[in-house]
T-cell receptor
Framework: DVKVTQSSRYLVKRTGEKVFLECVQD?????MFWYRQDPGLGLRLIYF???????EKGDIPEGYSVSREKKERFSLILESASTNQTSMYLC?????????????FGPGTRLTVL | GDSVTQMEGPVTLSEEAFLTINCTYT??????LFWYVQYPGEGLQLLLK?????DKGSNKGFEATYRKETTSFHLEKGSVQVSDSAVYFC???????????FGPGTSLSVIP
């Protein structure tokens, strides 16, 4: 089974801190994604990556950056955390050549910025 | 651009009731369609999918049929259980290289 793990289930940070959210997948998937999930807004794509060292902006990239130095690891960085970045963050991965681009999700990190 | 619309929740049903969650989409070409489910405290997981018109996806008693003529992919289950309480997301992907577009989610609560 595909496994996607995220470094923390819950995280509390202060305004202005630099925050790192880590995601690791163990099935040699090419694609990795970062979403945030907010009540009433569903899932919104922040960034995604189709290959090592490659990144593409999603729908809401402002205030975030990403890093993919190894195929299995995709990090989301909040350069200077703000209270409006309090949210649930979900990482996902998918196999590059699979038809239909099915995504496998991690359990999520609930981030609170005070 | 591509989009997914699904019925507003929350939906509350009694155990063994029939479930329908409506989903319609807007997309060019022939997208693949998905239903994902999110149980409390967990990430999303794929429930079922269909990759071409008239395909029926099914899993765990849930079914959905890809209707190109009505651009719909409604989720149905004949008899829901308390354990089906979750948030259900309809989604589409136009090709295997594209991003997935998610609907807003429909919360389902099943009461004994």
């Amino acid at each position: 089974d595909v496994k996607v793990t995220q470094s923390s289930r819950y995280l509390v940070k202060r305004t202005g801190e630099k925050v790192f959210l880590e995601c690791v997948q163990d099935m040699d998937h090419e694609n990795m994604f970062w979403y945030r999930q907010d009540p009433g807004l569903g899932l919104r794509l922040i960034y995604f990556s189709y290959d090592v060292k490659m990144k593409e902006k999603g729908d809401i990239p402002e205030g975030y950056s990403v890093s993919r130095e190894k195929k299995e690891r995709f990090s989301l960085i909040l350069e200077s955390a703000s209270t409006n970045q309090t949210s649930m963050y979900l990482c996902a991965s998918s196999l590059y050549r699979t038809g239909g681009n099915e995504q496998f999700f991690g359990p999520g990190t609930r981030l609170t910025v005070l | 651009g591509d989009s997914v619309t699904q019925m507003e929740g929350p939906v509350t049903l009694s155990e063994e009731a029939f479930l329908t969650i409506n989903c319609t989409y807007t997309a060019t070409g022939y997208p693949s369609l998905f239903w994902y489910v999110q149980y409390p405290g967990e990430g999303l997981q794929l429930l079922l999918k269909a990759t071409k018109a008239d395909d029926k996806g099914s899993n765990k008693g849930f079914e959905a049929t890809y209707r190109k003529e009505t651009t719909s992919f409604h989720l149905e289950k004949g008899s829901v259980q308390v354990s089906d309480s979750a948030v259900y997301f309809c989604a589409l992907s136009r090709t295997s290289y594209d991003k997935v577009i998610f609907g807003p989610g429909t919360s389902l609560s099943v009461i004994p």
